[in-house]
């Protein structure tokens, strides 16, 4: 049973215009929540990340939105560029420091045209 | 290059075979994490340790995987008497002391079983 939800496997989007990536989860015991970008023949890289206490995080064309009680989250680009064409695989914990393990989504390839 | 390293970038073997994989951590994170990915998944979680010692295995670590981390270095994964189903990339990832959700990766293992 997927726990972690990404529902989208692929977005288009033009350069300059927002890209967001939406993402679900199942299991009440998540409360901590990243985004990682993963480019062809590379490992994954984390993005930008977010508590459950927070509904919303900023880092620079990044922010990650949080709405703990329907379960869901999304990443906005802003504004989207050429070199942010990659795979992002939301990903979710427990409490930092308590727990280790990150459950991630399927991923969703992200095209930004020129 | 002081990132995660690991070793070989891609492995074809017969099933049946034994395989070892290697993962050099970046050199003061205490802890290793092993995930495997397969065609159209996300990451998922294998096994972690913490220091030499190995904290939790998945249920996905069938008897045939085995992961050691001997003085809390470098990290081998074997597969013995490998399966088609093996066939996957294996990511290595590390982390410094207090979980904080971000995992640093290798650029991973592809297994190719005929």
């Known amino acids: 049973d997927q726990q972690v939800k990404q529902n989208s496997p692929s977005l288009s989007v033009q350069e300059g215009r927002i890209s967001i990536l939406n993402c679900d989860y199942t299991n009440s015991m998540f409360d901590y929540f990243l985004w990682y970008k993963k480019y062809p023949a590379e490992g994954p890289t984390f993005l930008i990340s977010?508590?459950?206490?927070?509904d919303k995080n900023e880092d620079g064309r990044f922010t990650v939105f949080l709405n703990k009680s329907a379960k869901h989250l999304s990443l906005h680009i802003v504004p989207s560029q050429p070199g942010d064409s990659a795979v992002y695989f939301c990903?979710?914990?427990?409490?930092?420091?308590?727990?280790?393990?990150?459950?991630f989504g399927k991923g969703t390839l992200l095209t930004v045209n020129p | 290059d002081t990132g995660v390293s690991q070793d070989p970038r891609h492995k074809i073997t017969k099933r049946g075979q034994n395989v070892t994989f290697r993962c050099d951590p970046i050199s003061e994170h205490n802890r290793l994490y092993w995930y495997r990915q397969t065609l159209g998944q996300g990451p998922e979680f294998l096994t972690y340790?913490?220091?030499?010692?190995?904290?939790?295995k998945s249920r996905l670590l069938s008897d045939r995987f085995s992961a050691e981390r001997p003085k809390g270095s470098f990290s081998t994964l074997e597969i013995q008497r490998t399966e088609q189903g093996d066939s996957a990339m294996y990511l290595c990832?590390?982390?410094?002391?207090?979980?904080?959700?971000?995992?640093?990766f290798g650029e991973g293992s592809r297994l190719t079983v005929l």
């Open positions: 990903a979710a914990s427990g409490t930092p420091g308590s727990n280790y393990k990150l459950t």
């Open positions: 340790f913490q220091n030499e010692a190995q904290l939790e």
């Open positions: 990832a590390s982390s410094p002391g207090r979980f904080t959700g971000e995992l640093f």
């Open positions: 977010i508590s459950s206490i927070k």
